[in-house]
């Protein structure tokens, strides 16, 4: 995640005025712009064989040279160094001699310390320049991490580990650490070092305290200690029953699922409420059968990407029924949901923009940020007011921000609640915006027809891209985006995850048709899932669940610390239910829980037993009180 170049205290953009000698300020841009700490980067290093800098990221910083330094055009010539590239800017804007001369020792001089004599803080902010990609002078100690900085949990947690291992403190820290600016930060594990010891890794008795979070950023020289470190942990959590997870199914998914159970080396049948087939269409005859006839007809696969030999006449069906079904011009197919927010957001959003996202976003809209290189913003869940703060701050004069995308989900898959479209829609036209909704778990749930968010809350053609996986209701393989015919056609041939990828089979295309039909032409499978949805829900409830703000098919049960939810997940498993059991990275530390998918193949028996197991289980490990639900 990158800012704009040329923003901040120390440089203005468009003026040529930045900070300190043009060499410092033209290595400042290509550290900006790669990986590389701003004292790591030669002069005469190669710019593709040793440092990796292609003709497209070069463009990138050339681009950034230009806005900048104020010049008229793109500094031009053959760079295959940084040298010459420096010596054009040089010449372009009249300042001094050739690089490298005189003192020069062909690197850049670190910047002087933001933070002079404070060595703590000072680690906080060099830490936050790796993991973030931001340039020093980006970095404001009191801006806020997340909606300023775009650094979410998880970056938090990687410079938290990173910092605490180099003044030697505990890993549990990263657990501790509540600071929402770099200053705050810095002052918090200050004070944690007056209280910690030295990590033991196994806390009190046989419980090891540590989570998932503690594996980010184990430091040894050999890459692959980590994953032996993970391995122990991970045997231990299942030799204990509490970990679940990839267990084999031996039969279709339907209310009940057959599953081998590797920890006990035995076939089980649960009740089954960790799927994603939402309307029941993964089993349908029609749709089992188009499956099986086109590949018949057309093969397993293509081998193929879409714009080199992989399209045929089903590839290009499935979009028009996509894009009539979304009730929008266009629709282009990706190989999953997750490529497709990696390949719509990274096409269309660059360095000098900003992506606008919600803090609990799915991990695919994260690493679409991170693969666009633009600087992300992050306001607080649902919250409009802090929204409007973001999008305000990003339109200001000087803010070194071009173009604007909010991105959010329709559904939150961890929290089964729903976007507030409205208030999105309504600041993004107020404030010049675009708006991207990943209707992943909305699409056949949400909506009079189950076409999704927009739909649901009539704002059919004010929202500029809806994407969604049809991996869920939809019953097959892909993901999709629609929207305006021009902006679908610019990503076909500028989303690297759609150019460069092989197609979703025929097969799978045909079967994903006879879903729409089916879907189309069956609403009380609609009908039944909200009546499904409704009556859980209330059992639930009415048991004294948390159940947060669940809207939708995914049904949480929060219990907040990670040992009691697994031991409630455990409990329930053992009761002949199989769900999901939550936690980081699922989620963050304190916000562990249960996921429970509503399918409309459940039947009101199904979900008055589940209602009792859930019960049962909760009072069993404390996560109700031991009278609760009667």
């Not at 009249?94 to 690197?107: E, F, L, S, V």
């Not at 004069?397 to 729903?418: A, Q």
């Not at 989303?495 to 025929?506: E, T």
Request: charged letters at 25%.
């Amino acid at each position: 995640m990158t800012g704009r170049t040329g923003t901040g205290p120390d440089s203005r953009p468009g003026t040529g005025q930045g900070t300190g000698p043009v060499e410092e300020q033209v290595l400042r841009i290509v550290a900006e712009h790669t990986l590389y700490d701003l004292g790591t980067l030669s002069l005469d290093a190669d710019l593709e064989g040793e440092l990796g800098i292609d003709s497209i990221v070069l463009e990138t910083v050339l681009g950034s040279v230009q806005d900048h330094f104020g010049l008229a055009e793109r500094p031009t010539g053959e760079f295959t160094t940084l040298r010459p590239l420096i010596d054009a800017v040089r010449e372009a804007v009249g300042d001094g001699p050739p690089a490298g001369t005189g003192a020069d020792t062909g690197t850049a001089a670190p910047h002087p310390p933001e933070a002079e004599g404070d060595a703590l803080l000072e680690a906080v902010v060099e830490a936050a320049m790796r993991h973030t990609h931001y340039a020093r002078h980006q970095l404001d100690p009191d801006a806020d991490l997340e909606s300023e900085l775009g650094v979410d949990s998880v970056v938090l947690t990687s410079l938290t580990g990173e910092v605490a291992d180099a003044f030697g403190l505990p890993d549990s820290v990263t657990g501790e650490v509540t600071a929402t600016t770099l200053r705050k930060l810095a002052a918090e594990l200050d004070a944690l070092r007056a209280v910690h010891g030295t990590a033991d890794g196994t806390g009190a008795g046989t419980w090891d305290p540590r989570s998932m979070k503690d594996f980010l950023e184990e430091r040894d020289p050999d890459l692959f200690a980590k994953a032996r470190s993970f391995a122990a942990y991970r045997r231990k959590r299942e030799e204990d029953r509490l970990y679940w997870y990839g267990m084999p199914m031996r039969a279709r998914s339907t209310n009940k699922a057959v599953v081998f159970d590797e920890l006990e080396g035995r076939e089980r049948e649960f009740l089954h409420f960790a799927s994603n087939n939402y309307l029941g269409l993964a089993n349908h005859p029609e749709v089992v059968e188009a499956v099986c006839e086109a590949t018949r007809s057309y093969g397993a696969t293509h081998t193929g990407s879409r714009i080199i030999g992989g399209t045929n006449q089903l590839h290009k069906e499935l979009e028009r029924r996509l894009a009539a079904f979304k009730k929008r011009p266009a629709c282009a197919v990706f190989p999953g949901g997750y490529s497709a927010n990696l390949g719509v957001i990274s096409g269309l959003v660059k360095s000098y923009d900003a992506l606008v996202v919600d803090r609990l976003n799915h991990m695919s809209i994260v690493d679409g940020c991170k693969l666009s290189g633009g600087t992300r913003k992050i306001f607080r869940h649902n919250d409009m007011e802090d929204l409007e703060r973001v999008l305000r701050r990003c339109a200001e004069p000087g803010s070194g921000v071009l173009g604007r995308l909010v991105v959010v989900d329709g559904v939150f898959s961890m929290h089964g609640d729903i976007c507030d479209l409205p208030g999105i829609v309504r600041l993004a036209e107020e404030y010049g915006a675009r708006v991207l909704v990943d209707d992943a778990h909305a699409t056949g749930v949400l909506g009079a027809t189950g076409s999704g968010t927009a739909e649901h809350f009539g704002l059919k053609g004010r929202v500029d891209l809806e994407l969604g996986t049809m991996s869920k209701a939809l019953a097959g393989m892909g993901g999709f985006v629609v929207g305006d015919e021009e902006v679908i056609d610019y990503l076909r041939f500028y989303a690297n995850s759609y150019v460069f990828a092989a197609n979703i089979p025929a097969g799978v295309a045909a079967g994903l048709i006879a879903s729409l039909d089916v879907l189309e032409r069956e609403p009380e499978r609609l009908e039944r899932l909200w009546s499904n949805i409704r009556l859980l829900r209330e059992l639930l409830r009415e048991a004294g669940f948390d159940l947060e703000r669940s809207d939708s098919a995914i049904l949480p049960l929060v219990v907040g610390d990670e040992r009691r939810a697994m031991e409630f997940g455990r409990a329930v498993r053992r009761r002949g239910l199989f769900c999901q059991t939550v936690v980081f990275p699922g989620v963050p530390l304190g916000d562990a829980r249960l996921r429970v998918s509503v399918t409309s193949e459940h039947t009101p028996e199904d979900l008055r037993e589940a209602a009792g197991i859930f019960v049962e289980a909760g009072r069993e490990t404390g996560v109700l009180h031991p009278g609760a639900g009667e």
